[in-house]
């Protein structure tokens, strides 16, 4: 059974500095990584899904890197802005199906 | 332009009543999924249809039921609401499987059973 843990829970740090938020996964047999971020209120937005043949994906300031061995998979956002704030969710397939997700980190950037 | 949006964004309810959430999606996608996200934020899922067929059904109370008319429709029902049914119910879907691509998810119903 797969499980996804992410760490820290929570996370505060100042304005323009660069971040890594951590999730790992019991099962290394899967599909794909993705990650998401759900502000307030709102739904989630995927923001990277990472193949298992691939090591790393980039979009703007996000980089997300997978290391299927090992069970981990990191997201670093550089030059962190106030509007990065949000709970950041990682997730796994357990089948072609069903997707586990971590309870998120939750981060909150100090103008 | 909502990819997918789901109906009503707050619904409080008493304990016993028969409520119902809506969804609809137009990302042409051929799977659709219902969460549930509880009170420490934990998201699990419920159910999932494909092409209007059941995949995943899981260890879900038979008070909840899915439906789902057509393949950009999948409405959850549930009959004789407890307290513990408050949380927060995604609807997701996702072309294919979601094991296999990416997630779309809605803003999420509120719902408070009192």
């Known amino acids: 059974k797969q499980e996804v843990t992410q760490i820290p829970a929570a996370l505060s740090v100042p304005e323009g500095e660069n971040l890594v938020l951590n999730c790992s996964f019991t099962d290394s047999a899967i599909y794909n990584l993705q990650w998401f971020r759900q502000d307030p209120g709102k739904g989630l937005t995927s923001l990277l899904l990472i193949q298992s043949s691939q090591r790393e994906q980039t979009s703007g300031r996000l980089n997300a890197s997978l290391d299927k061995s090992s069970g981990r998979s990191t997201l670093y956002i550089a030059a962190s802005q106030p509007g990065d704030s949000a709970t950041y969710l990682c997730a796994v397939p357990e089948s072609e199906t069903k997707i586990i997700f971590g309870k998120g980190t939750r981060l909150h950037i100090l103008p | 332009d909502t990819a997918v949006s789901q109906t009503p964004k707050y619904l409080v309810t008493q304990m016993g009543n028969d409520k119902s959430i809506k969804c609809e999606q137009n990302l042409g996608h051929d799977t659709m999924y219902w969460y549930k996200q509880d009170s420490k934020k934990f998201l699990k899922i419920m159910f999932s249809?494909?092409?209007?067929?059941?995949?995943i059904n899981e260890t879900v109370p038979n008070r909840f039921s899915p439906k789902s008319p057509d393949k950009a429709h999948l409405n959850l029902h549930i009959n004789s609401l407890e307290l513990g049914d408050s949380a927060v119910y995604f609807c997701?879907?996702?072309?294919?499987?979601?094991?296999?691509?990416?997630?779309?998810f809605g803003n999420g119903t509120r719902l408070t059973v009192t």
């Open positions: 997701a879907s996702s072309q294919g499987t979601g094991g296999l691509s990416p997630l779309h």
């Open positions: 249809y494909n092409n209007k067929e059941l995949i």
